[in-house]
């Protein structure tokens, strides 16, 4: 069993290679107590044949449990569209990256921060930026609630019947 000791060694070495890519992220603890990786994340993503060039300020929290759990991610500067089409969760204000369990099982891949924020975190921050820049989302779109949850399920178990999922659960 890792002690608190090992668990924020080992958050500061995800924190600094986080940083060695994207140096406008800052590590703080706020007053409540969680480690919160905070400031502007910069970007360049080209895909077919356009380049999305964009930054956010976002807040990323770290969970007590990291790194068994994945973080969640705020935007902080506004620039999502308080639309229900661009995927922010109402109730908390967190970016839905998706289903939860898809975001836990590819976090759970490498379980870093870096690699939480390549593979989860700029490519819906380049989503956002392309969808509203040329209307539509360039890789698809997941649906919103509980119908991403079983759409994602009927993925998973690779069922079309959505009885079959709950007979599943």
Same mark, same amino acid.
């Given at each position: ?33 969680? +480690? *919160?990786? =905070?400031?502007?994340?910069? &970007? ?5 044949? /356009? %380049? ?63 690699? +939480? *924020?390549? =593979?989860?975190?700029?490519? &819906? ?5 392309? /969808? %509203? ?37």
């Amino acid at each position: 069993m890792e002690s608190v000791e090992d668990k924020k060694e080992l958050l500061m070495k995800h924190v600094k290679q986080l940083r060695e890519k994207f140096s406008g992220l800052e590590l703080v603890k706020p007053g409540s107590g969680r +480690f *919160v990786v =905070k400031g502007n994340l910069g &970007f360049s993503v080209p895909y077919n044949g /356009k %380049v999305i060039k964009d930054d956010y300020d976002i807040e990323i929290e770290i969970p007590d449990d990291y790194p068994q759990s994945p973080p969640t991610v705020k935007e902080l500067g506004n620039k999502i569209p308080k639309d229900a089409d661009f995927h922010v969760n109402a109730y908390d204000g967190t970016l839905c990256l998706g289903a939860p369990l898809a975001v836990k099982r590819t976090f759970a891949q490498q379980r870093n921060l870096l690699w +939480f *924020v390549e =593979k989860q975190v700029v490519p &819906f921050l380049f989503g956002i930026g392309y /969808k %509203v820049k040329y209307g539509h989302m360039p890789f698809g779109e997941l649906s919103h609630g509980s119908k991403v949850l079983l759409e994602h399920y009927k993925e998973l178990f690779g069922v079309k019947d959505g009885f079959v999922v709950l007979e599943f659960l």
